[in-house]
Structures are given as C-alpha cells and as structure tokens.
C-alpha cells in the first residue's frame, strides 16, 4: 500500500501527503466533526498544507464556520478534509480515509467534553477536554 494516500468511498477523489511531514494524530468528539460526518468520533491527523495535495476529482469545499472549510467528495459525500484559520498552513486528513488504514494511529482523544454519551474511552491514551495543547 502507498504511504501517504487517501481516498473517498467511491474512489473519485484521492488525496496524497507527504508522510514524514504528518504532525500529529488524534480522535475528534466535537459536535461539528461528528455532524459533518455522521459518525461518533472523527480520527484525524495533521500536515502541512503545502504538502497536501487532491487527485482525480477535485473535492468539494463547504466553509462551516467562518474559520472552518471542511472538504467532500462530490459523488460520494465522504468527508475528506478539514483546515482551520485557528491552525493556519495546515490540512487535517481523516485516517478512516487512508488506503492503509492501520496507518497513523492516533495518540490521543480531543473535545472529549463534547462525546457522545454512549461512548466509552478505554485506550489509555490522553484525553483533552477541548483542542489538544
Ligand atoms: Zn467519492
Ligand atoms: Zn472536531
């Protein structure tokens, strides 16, 4: 499996990264992340925006908040991306997304204030209440 790759569930629209550039990695409980993609928790990991680029099909763009632009496959739906102007020059992937999916595994939970009731943490892996420091 190539490192570094992505796509949506349809296979229309494919994202590649540089792979030594990815940051961090962490599971999203807020409230827009799990709306934006239907699912209890978002698992996400980031990288610099200049080493992110799409393939195939260009994506969809939707800005959900004034500092938020969330990206989507136009045939398929399936969320692929998020930047924030709180987190300025970098691009957020979603794990789910990787061709290899055991890659990048995350290291710890994020706005665990806001998860879904039903949801049990039991990984041992740090926990924030709001954004990761
Ligand atoms: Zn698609
Ligand atoms: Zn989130």
Redesign the pocket.
């Known amino acids: 499996m190539p490192k570094g790759t992505g796509r949506?569930?349809?296979?229309?629209?494919i994202f590649k990264f540089d792979p030594g550039t990815v940051r961090w990695r962490g599971i999203c409980h807020c409230e827009d992340c799990r709306r934006a993609s239907s699912a209890p928790m978002v698992a996400w990991f980031g990288v610099p925006a200049d080493a992110w680029r799409w393939l195939g099909d260009a994506p969809g763009a939707r800005q959900t908040s004034p500092s938020v632009t969330r990206w989507y496959?136009t045939?398929?739906g399936?969320p692929l991306g998020y930047a924030s102007t709180r987190w300025p020059g970098e691009m957020h992937g979603p794990a789910a997304a990787l061709l290899d999916q055991g890659d990048y595994a995350p290291t710890f939970h994020c706005y665990v204030d806001e998860k879904l009731p039903w949801v049990q943490i039991e990984d041992g892996l740090k926990r924030y209440p709001k954004a990761a420091e």
């Open positions: 949506c569930h349809c296979g229309a629209t496959c045939q398929c399936s």
